[in-house]
């Protein structure tokens, strides 16, 4: 299948500083697929350089197969971008400034004004029609961009931080939005520097650091190149030893580390605070195993340790560790 | 056939938000009450004249109007111009809307005349708003429809020269702020340098001796003095001669007296080009004025064309020869009109 949008050796170089380091990126069609990384890892060059604005050093584009012409025609016709920092004209309303941009893509009138009318009503803001752009929140300007970004209805969208500066509700609504245009077939891609942020809504995702790609595919693809590894937490309030027998010997089980109290990530050879807790939590330890084994062996595993007389206070399953990871990775 | 018809997108956008508020229409209104300001003192100055029984004819009533207003319109289009262009490609830049723009097909050269034309669409609504003002000129007679023709389209051709001065500002700065400082200070440095000029030649010649410098021809100010006065005096100067020395009959305020206050008494009427195959001929400063202006408009506009392109700003193009040929031909048939010799004999 034709990728929707691939990169060969993408590079930018601005003097001495690589921005972005060859680059290589297939994303399928209809897929959401979220860039992550920390601010200045190339997230936004690489968007900039799809949407045709900057011009690569070296490598190249293609979007549904077509390479990227130099004057920026293709990317023209086949994206919609959304910058991470956008500008909205003062003294013009919200339906001006969306005919406006329909203008700029040479919509014939009856179709400019069905196009406008129909992306109000896709983003929510058909009884903002004729406020001012500026009058509008945050949230509601970042909804006006995107609609922007969609006039001339192209099956790429390229959405810089779309989530930034958005209040909790905003997101929800944003990741809403962003289903919707994936269900009518848009291959999207959006960056972020905050993984929760993206976690939910993507279906791939890459993980930028200083103009690489990390890591890249789907949530567990992207764990396990990065070396995540699934671990389960046990607080033992009463028979570690016995915990540390089993846990041992069952199949699944990997590396075992012993934890001074269970609300801590540091090991036991760690200072120890428990003096500061409260006695209810003093003694209670906990076992960090590396663990591969369904949830079927989960259930088998609990039930045998507190068959043995192990007094278990909880068990934490630390599937999701990517946000750990990421922040290891970035702050490296 | 279809885009062929559609209007620019930016002049569209423009006009729109441009007209909005109350700023332009206080912009118009000041324009236009400063413009009758001036008039009416004019008016005042005579009639207090005439009550002290100096007989005021009433042509020199309407050359001393036409040539307060002209003067006093020009230096309100030179400063105002620059004002509204200056703005145009930096704004977007500053607001964070450039990225938008050149995401879409519209190419930089539709963005820039776009914002070319909506920019002066108000400059020319401040000129053409001052029509009926000047027509009152004719009600006192004096001054032919012909020079009142002339001065407007000099007023036209300074308004498009300094807007495209002030949209290739633009271009280069990235600040509206630093873009307009720029271009007041080019303009500053066109008026008041070409009359430093004229004051340090005439100052290092010999006494008795007109000088004539044509570092004149770039000033708007000089180019329309020399239409305005050419109403004001009959019969026109003597060739290469400053027109208005000499020693005035009377005290009486008209267009003359005006003239021959600084900086308007080093202001010529015409520069002598001795090099003509027919013997040295006056050419009137506002004559070079309408050729340098047009060339010197095109030649920022290609210059802003290629500054505003998001990538490979310099690589040519077929734009380019046609604008090369555009300023080869304004060139080209400016000079022959002004009987530059270099060209006439190039041509022959």
Known sequence: MTAAIETTNLTKRYGRTVALDQLNLRVQPGTIYGFIGPNGAGKTTTLRMVAGLLEPSAGQVRLLGERLDRDGRTSQRLVGYMPDFFGVYDDLRVWEYLDFFARCHNLPGAKRRSTVEGLLELVDLTPKRDAFVQSLSRGMQQRLCLAHALVHDPP??????????????????????????????????????????????CTEMGIMQGGHLVASGTLAEVQRQLGGERQLRFSVLRGVEQARVILAGTAGAGRIDQLEIDTSHSPITSEPTTAHLPELHASATTLSVVWSGDAEATASLISRLVTAGVALTSVVDETNDLEELFLQLTAA | MYRVLQPNPIVVKELRSRMRGGRPYMILTGYLLGLSLVCFGILRVFEGQAQNGAPIISAHVGQGLFAALALAETLLIVFLTPAVTAGAISSEREQLTYDLLIATPLRPSRILSGKLVAALWYVLLLIFAAVPLGSVILLFGGVSPRDLAKALLLLLLTAVAAGMLGLLCSTLARRTLRATIITYLLILAIVVGSYFVVLLRTASAQPGTTVTSRALAVSPFSAMTSIVMRGATPGGPAPGGMMFDGPRPMMMFDANMLMNMPPFNNFTYGLIDYNNPNGPVVQPVYRYAYVAYPLFSLICYWLASHVVRPRRRWRLGLIDLVMLLLVLLVAGVGGYWLEIDTVTRFLR
Do not use: F
């Open chain 1, 156 to 201: 790429i969208l390229l959405l810089d931080e779309p989530a930034s500066g958005l209040d909790p509700r905003a997101r929800v609504e944003l990741r809403e939005l962003l289903r919707t245009l994936r269900d009518m077939g848009k291959t999207i891609i959006l960056s972020s520097h905050i993984l929760s942020e993206l976690a939910e809504v």
